[in-house]
């Protein structure tokens, strides 16, 4: 068995850490994780695929409003999670008792459970991982690819961006069936940036907001402080930006 890790409230391998952080790189968005993996038994209507290695759940609501996000955005996580290597579906309160959610199973991860196991091969057979047995109603594009293969293709994903790799970048988002022209400017300058920080540059800024706050300086004042963490690539992506249109 994979190490296990303590990772935002829920208990996961490396691996599929490793892939949530390619997912949220893709979407340009950060994820809330609600459930993780290696909890036989506690998860009860996952039917066990949580009980091993590779299994997450990720929240579709705000975290600060609880409002749904929209369907676009939705689609997004769950895209993103496809492209790089998770069988993911969104799940709905109309399915079963849960919230609304993108279960996402890590293709390939050797600590899968059997009940996750059978979600794979359901995904991989066009069907929507639960005991209906429905049709899978999301985009077929990536069945079949397996984080080891994205990440072959994307080798500098964890790296300061390029003006080439932020084209690749648009590129992507904007051949996710959903993720509409008007979403992506829906979600402004602050998506864009945000997007193409490593992890390190993310945690930095997070801290400086923090410390603003905790200083007992006002919102404004954090979020400049957050600001002039991510500066260094604010003219590039302005440009950038508007050369996307």
């Known amino acids: 068995m994979q190490t296990i890790i303590r990772y935002r409230g829920v208990r996961l391998n490396q691996r599929t850490i490793n892939m949530i952080e390619a997912a949220e790189f893709v979407s340009g968005l950060t994820f809330v994780l609600t459930q993780g993996s290696y909890n036989p038994g506690g998860v009860g209507a996952s039917a066990g695929t949580h009980d091993g290695g590779g299994a997450v759940d ?34 709905d309160p109309s399915q079963a008792d849960w919230p609304w959610h993108t279960h996402a199973i890590a293709v390939g991860d050797p600590d899968l459970s059997p009940s996750a196991r059978d979600q794979v091969t359901d995904y991989r057979n066009g ?47 904007k051949t996710q069936g959903s993720a509409t022209r008007q979403e992506i400017r829906g979600q402004s300058f602050w998506m864009l940036r945000y997007a193409t920080q490593t992890v390190d540059e993310r945690a930095a800024a997070h801290k400086a907001f923090d410390d603003a706050i905790a200083a007992g300086q006002t919102l ?26």
Do not use: C
């Open 127 to 173: 069907l929507n991982g639960l005991a209906s047995n429905g049709r899978d109603d999301g985009p077929r594009t990536w069945v079949g690819v397996t984080f080891e293969q994205w990440e072959k293709a994307h080798p500098l994903w964890r790296e300061p961006f390029t003006a080439a790799q932020y084209d690749a970048l648009m590129k992507e988002i």
């Open 220 to 245: 404004e004042q954090a979020t400049a402080a957050l600001t002039a963490v991510l500066a260094p690539l604010n003219a590039f992506l302005a440009e950038a930006a508007k050369k996307n249109g």
């Open 58 to 91: 990720i929240s579709l609501k705000d975290a600060k409003s609880g409002e749904l996000f929209p369907k676009v955005r939705r689609e997004r996580i769950r895209n993103a999670a496809r492209q790089v290597g998770f069988a993911a579906w969104i799940r």
